[in-house]
């Protein structure tokens, strides 16, 4: 499966931004979906998940409350919305797929990954 993330930007504290990830070449709807976040010099974490329908979703501490992940599996698309954005969400966000039922955290459960998109918070 490709995946083709997009949507990302710079914004200001406190604002909000969407992220998309479309999907191509796989049954999206047999995959879990996550979201990662990147920035120079640390590992990729975890930032959010959600299961093939929609069904179950879970989150990093540090996001939730904040961030929500969707799918729509007739556009073949994650989403993630994020609000009052902070300078340390500052990163390249990647969108990832994994093809067991479950949701994991570690990055190396994904065997799919999208290019990552740039979001930058100004404060």
């Known amino acids: 499966v490709q995946l083709q993330a997009s949507g990302g930007g710079l914004v200001q504290a406190g604002d909000s931004l969407r992220l998309s990830c479309a999907a191509s070449?796989?049954?999206?709807?047999?995959?879990?979906m996550g979201w990662f976040r990147q920035t120079p010099g640390k590992e990729r974490e975890f930032v959010a998940a959600?299961?093939?329908?929609?069904?179950?979703?879970y989150y990093a501490d540090s996001v939730k409350g904040r961030f929500a992940i969707s799918r729509d599996n007739a556009k073949n698309t994650v989403y993630l919305q994020m609000n009052s954005l902070k300078p340390e969400d500052t990163a390249v966000y990647y969108c990832?797929?994994?093809?067991?039922?479950?949701?994991?955290?570690?990055?190396?459960?994904?065997?799919?990954w999208g290019q990552g998109t740039q979001v930058t918070v100004s404060s």
């Open positions: 070449g796989g049954i999206f709807s047999r995959y879990t």
């Open positions: 959600i299961d093939w329908n929609g069904a179950v979703t």
């Open positions: 990832a797929a994994r093809t067991t039922a479950l949701i994991a955290t570690p990055p190396s459960s994904y065997a799919y």
